[in-house]
T-cell receptor, first 112, second 114 residues
Framework: DAKTTQPNSMESNEEEPVHLPCNHS???????IHWYRQLPSQGPEYVIH???SNVNNRMASLAIAEDRKSSTLILHRATLRDAAVYYC?????????????FGGGTRLMVKP | DTGVSQDPRHKITKRGQNVTFRCDPI?????LYWYRQTLGQGPEFLTY????????KSRLLSDRFSAERPKGSFSTLEIQRTEQGDSAMYLC????????????FGPGTRLTVT
């Protein structure tokens, strides 16, 4: 799977929007972009995924650059419960088993 | 609670002992995954099952590790002759089959080898 690059950590204030960047300059045309997050002392949980178009769900929005070399996970209003490690993961089309390749992720800290 | 349970939640064992972990996935999920996570790192894929068939194993899964899913429901992961390097969180996840299906993770089993 192609590699992703994320900042090690970011800080946000509660109730403000958060933009978590991910670079994936070697992405192929058929790679899907997935985001998972891991709250303290828990297993990871799915957040969102997309291919080319921007995506919204109840948890977050995913903005994908036109050239697909980067994407941004947007939390519209951060809460203390959003403090977690956020992982940007590329899933190749030939990854029939949907195995996830996690990198180091971004540790998001939310200040009250 | 994601619906995926793991037992035990914590295990302390001495080097050289065998340990076995259990994962109960969401009942209608036919795929089951095992991952390992060491401190400060993201999870690493170990192996996955579709129903009872083990379809892929990572190079991380040495011959001391064996996983089963006998009836396509729960799964066990056994580590024989544990080593200190096996100390990690062992995570189980389940999903439906198909492209881009989200995986639901359990809380993990934390193994400490002394």
């Amino acid at each position: 799977d192609a590699k992703t690059t994320q900042p090690n950590s970011m800080e946000s204030n509660e109730e403000e929007p958060v933009h978590l960047p991910c670079n994936h300059s070697t992405i192929s045309g058929t790679d899907y972009i997935h985001w998972y997050r891991q709250l303290p002392s828990q297993g990871p949980e799915y957040v969102i995924h997309g291919l080319t178009s921007n995506v919204n769900n109840r948890m977050a929005s995913l903005a994908i650059a036109e050239d697909r070399k980067s994407s941004t996970l947007i939390l519209h209003r951060a809460t203390l419960r959003d403090a977690a490690v956020y992982y940007c993961i590329l899933r190749a089309l030939n990854n029939a088993g949907n195995m996830l390749t996690f990198g180091g992720g971004t540790r998001l800290m939310v200040k009250p | 609670d994601t619906g995926v349970s793991q037992d035990p939640r914590h295990k302390i064992t001495k080097r050289g002992q065998n340990v076995t972990f259990r994962c109960d996935p969401i009942s209608e999920h036919n795929r089951l995954y095992w991952y390992r996570q060491t401190l400060g790192q993201g999870p690493e894929f170990l192996t996955y099952f579709q129903n009872e068939a083990q379809l892929e194993k990572s190079r991380l899964l040495s011959d001391r590790f064996s996983a089963e899913r006998p009836k396509g429901s729960f799964s066990t992961l056994e580590i024989q002759r544990t080593e200190q390097g096996d100390s990690a969180m062992y995570l189980c996840a389940s999903s439906l089959s198909g492209q881009n299906r989200e995986q639901y993770f359990g809380p993990g089993t934390r193994l400490t080898v002394t």
